[in-house]
């Protein structure tokens, strides 16, 4: 019974770069919870998805960022052209329905160089 | 916006002992859930303890409780015979007890590291 699975673990990407950060929810499970966590906070929303659908991304910076949750794949976290500031540890959890239990990945963390 | 404090950036206690961290909410909902996580270097987020904001009973799990203070919004953590493997990054964190559409975010404080000395 797999729990949430997150690739790549470590992404290091040069300033101007883009990130694709992968988020495969526990099976049966079909809302996804994107956070981000830079250094020395707290997790903070971002965006919450259901498939096909993106139900809140009041979290999410207004450019440069976008998220998909397809109907078959995994959720992706995409960011264009990154800068030093995007630096940090972005964690997934997924949950079977809105109101349920939800379950973080691991996270990946990203370093702009 | 619900908000999480945690006031407490680093606290320490001796093995065996026991330690307490603090954390206070904000909020206007009623109903509502209560969580902490603890995150070890590995940087997984670990439930640790979670109270519903209905049950006036405090949530216990083994060496780990809570005291929940509804109406001061308080919910902090009890470490009962501290261990080494308890060292970590402690996060309260917020949810509603909405179940569709926008709100089912967690809220997170900014943590308390705390150290377990031997």
């Known amino acids: 019974n797999a729990g949430v699975m997150q690739n790549p673990r470590h992404l290091v990407r040069r300033r101007g770069q883009e990130a694709r950060l992968r988020c495969s929810p526990m099976?049966?499970?079909?809302?996804v919870y994107w956070y981000r966590q830079l250094p020395e906070e707290g997790l903070k929303f971002m965006v919450y998805l259901q498939k096909e659908n993106i139900i809140d991304e009041s979290g999410m910076p207004k450019e440069r960022f976008s998220a998909e949750f397809p109907k078959e794949g995994p959720s992706i976290l995409r960011i264009q052209q990154v800068v030093r500031g995007d630096s940090a540890a972005y964690f997934c959890?997924?949950?079977?329905?809105?109101?349920?239990?939800?379950?973080f990945g691991p996270g990946t963390r990203l370093t702009v160089t | 916006a619900q908000t999480v404090t945690q006031s407490q950036p680093e606290m320490s206690v001796q093995e065996a002992e026991t330690v307490t961290l603090s954390c206070t909410y904000d909020?206007?909902?009623?109903?509502?859930?209560l969580f902490w996580y603890k995150q070890p270097p590995s940087r997984q987020m670990i439930l640790v303890i979670r109270q519903e904001a209905y049950k006036q009973q405090n949530a216990t799990e083994n060496r780990f409780s809570v005291n929940f203070q509804k109406a001061a919004k308080s919910f902090s953590l009890k470490i009962s015979d501290s261990q080494l493997g308890d060292a970590a990054m402690y996060f309260c964190?917020?949810?509603?007890?909405?179940?569709?559409?926008?709100?089912?975010?967690?809220?997170f404080g900014t943590g308390t590291s705390l150290t377990v000395i031997p």
């Open positions: 099976k049966g499970h079909s809302h």
């Open positions: 964190a917020y949810r509603s007890a909405l179940s569709v559409g926008t709100g089912n975010q967690f809220y």
């Open positions: 959890a997924s949950s079977l329905n809105g109101g349920s239990e939800q379950y």
């Open positions: 909020t206007s909902e009623s109903d509502y859930y």
